[in-house]
């Protein structure tokens, strides 16, 4: 399957590849905020820096440093490739900013030259760093983030072979933002089935794909815990999928969810596990500072994530 090219995207910089850091600090500065739906927020982030951002599309994510309880703009002791990640963990707790992973919904380069990247945030309560963030966000504040230098780079985990003739996926909320991505940049005519989980009636979106895609919503209201992943199994068990030879799947959203999903792919409807592309996006009841203690244990202490952003 060959991917759409992004009409979107501005060129690349005329550097050899292998001398540019697939990752980078980049400064965003919040231009302006827009409700798509009861649980998602569109903040569309603006700064010079943006200019040497190369987003990969698809589901392209990144990391967002948001400013500790009390302070307006994020500020980082370093942003040195090498040494940021002790620098960050060695400062006092109440003055470190929260590191969360995100999805680049779009980048783009307006009519008058201004760079702008999209991140659709899940709008989950007021007591999460980023959620409460987003919720309070107005034009102007900073935050920092490690991004995308070069459009091709891991943090772009959609990767369907060249043979993909139909495309599965299943997405919650947070991973929404990714998949909608997905469907944006997907072949014309590729046959799609997609399941896509929110919490409220009012949080379909419409998402519009030159992919020919079969949508099916799952609407949790109110179901929490094993509940809603019984309900996600139901709905992808009564499914027809589209007759194909090699399907490939993308899954994420939350950890247990996802890991049910993929074993549905695999054992009942006998996909090659290698064509099952699956990603926790969130764990309940798990900070992403629990996720990362845990990704992290037993390593060194300035060891950076970059490389799993
Ligand atoms: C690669 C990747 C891309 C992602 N892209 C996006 C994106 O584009 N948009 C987006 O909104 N999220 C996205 N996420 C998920 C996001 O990083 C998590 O939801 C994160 O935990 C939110 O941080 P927080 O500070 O709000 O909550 P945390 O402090 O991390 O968690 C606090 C509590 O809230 C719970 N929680 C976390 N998320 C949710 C939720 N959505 N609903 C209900 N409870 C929750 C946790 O289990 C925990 O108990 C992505 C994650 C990854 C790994």
Redesign the pocket.
Known sequence: MTAAPDASAPAPAPAPAESIPHFRFFSLEVLRTRRLGRSFLRITFGGASLAEFRSGGYDQ?LSLFLPPAGREHTVLPSTDEDTWFADWRGMPGEERP?M????V?EQRRTPAGVDEVD????L??SS?????WAGRAVTGRRIMAIGPAVAENKSVRFQPPAATDAVLLYAD???L??AAAILDRLPPGTPVRAWFEVPHEEDRLYLPTPAGADITWIVRDPGTGHERTDRVLDALRTAERPASEAPYAWIAGESATIRAVRRHFVQDCALDRRAVRF?G????????EDLLAEAYAGRAPDETPTAAL
């Open positions: 994510s929260v969360r992973s995100y999805t919904r991140i659709d945030f899940v989950h309560g999460s760093p980023a959620s409460s909320e947070t991973a933002p990714a990603t996006y969130w764990r309940l009841g798990a900070t992403e």
